[in-house]
T-cell receptor, first 111, second 118 residues
């Protein structure tokens, strides 16, 4: 089963609002990734983080790799209707290259 | 094609039937992953290939699940004697690299095959 705790489970926000979601783990990961999945599609990579403390932006998206290596957050600023979808965090341990995913955050935007 | 291609997109199987799901990775990609995504959940790792070698099959839920990549390109995930709990989306991902070290080295996912066992 999932080993990453992702919250919130869902969000229904007004267009233009900022969004924040996070992921925590009881164990250390050396890579954190954030994906977006639209209905009927595979996950698409948004941001990748490789160093503890790293803060990375991709347009209106900003993500941080927690200093303890056990957590990460994703912020979306000034949300727009096309931000609707399911956002997943994923972690990769030091040895091995498979990903462990969170259960996802469903984002809905009211225009 | 430009991306990871999976077929069929949808498969309905009667309980007890065997199924085969195909993944065509991006040409030249070394790493290939299979993940299982149950409804309302994140993907869960099934197995990993580096070229034709299956290096990790720790996520396969039972011996009814079998994956192969005989020539290091196309991969097939086979499920024998399907059961209702096998109903899920099966995602394939491929990467040119063995390990991701930057965003552009991470794996690309296909659209998945939605398997429904009735």
């Amino acid at each position: 089963g999932q080993q990453l705790n992702q919250s919130p489970q869902s969000m229904f926000i007004q267009e233009g609002e900022d969004v924040s979601m996070n992921c925590t783990s009881s164990s250390i990961f050396n890579t954190w990734l954030w994906y977006k999945q639209d209905p009927g599609e595979g996950p698409v990579l948004l941001i990748a983080l490789y160093k503890a403390g790293e803060l990375t932006s991709n347009g209106r998206l900003t993500a941080q790799f927690g200093i303890t290596r056990k957590d990460s957050f994703l912020n979306i600023s000034a949300s727009i209707p096309s931000d609707v979808g399911i956002y997943f965090c994923a972690g990769r341990r030091e040895y091995g290259n498979k990903l462990v995913f969170g259960a996802g955050t469903i984002l809905r935007v009211k225009s | 094609g430009a991306g990871v291609s999976q077929s069929p997109r949808y498969k309905v199987a009667k309980r007890g039937q065997d199924v085969a799901l195909r993944c065509d990775p991006i040409s030249g990609h070394v790493s290939l992953f299979w993940y299982q995504q149950a409804l309302g959940q994140g993907p869960e790792f099934l197995t990993y290939f580096q070229n034709e070698a299956q290096l990790d099959k720790s996520g396969l839920p039972s011996d009814r699940f079998f994956a192969e990549r005989p020539e290091g390109s196309v991969s097939t995930l086979k499920i024998q004697r399907t059961q209702q709990e096998d109903s899920a989306v099966y995602l394939c991902a491929s990467s040119l690299f063995i390990m991701g070290t930057a965003k552009n080295t991470e794996a690309f996912f296909g659209q998945g095959t939605r398997l429904t066992v009735v």
